[in-house]
């Protein structure tokens, strides 16, 4: 139960961001989803899709992964690695959360956006 309830926390905190987020990309009706290695913008989503990507793809993961710790037996010795890994998986998502709002901040400033 407790793995739900790390996934539930990891998504909740995710959705808040997101929300956040909304509020302060709000006279945006695009945002950037994808950038080429020169700092172009290849793809943009409307506002609340590319907001909400990270945390549906997210809440969806960590389910998955919450919901097979509970129901299948890890090898041996890997035991102790269940939980650091959905906690480890959760921060991933987290920094990447950041990252993405950083690059679309780097570059609604830069005026691509």
């Known amino acids: 139960m407790a793995m739900f309830g790390i996934a539930l926390f990891f998504g909740l905190l995710l959705c808040g961001l997101a929300i956040r987020a909304n509020s302060r990309f709000r006279r945006e009706d695009r945002l950037p989803m994808q950038w080429w290695l020169t700092g172009d913008v290849t793809w943009s989503a409307p506002r609340v899709l590319a907001l909400s990507f990270i945390p549906a793809l997210a809440i969806g993961v960590l389910a998955i992964n919450a919901a097979l710790a ?10 102790g690695m269940v939980l650091p890994g959905l906690i480890g998986t959760g921060l991933l998502f987290l ?19």
């Open 70 to 79: 509970m129901n299948l037996q890890p090898r041996p010795g890997q035991e």
């Open 95 to 113: 920094v990447v959360q950041h990252l993405h709002f950083w690059l679309i901040e780097k570059t609604l400033h830069r005026g691509d956006g």
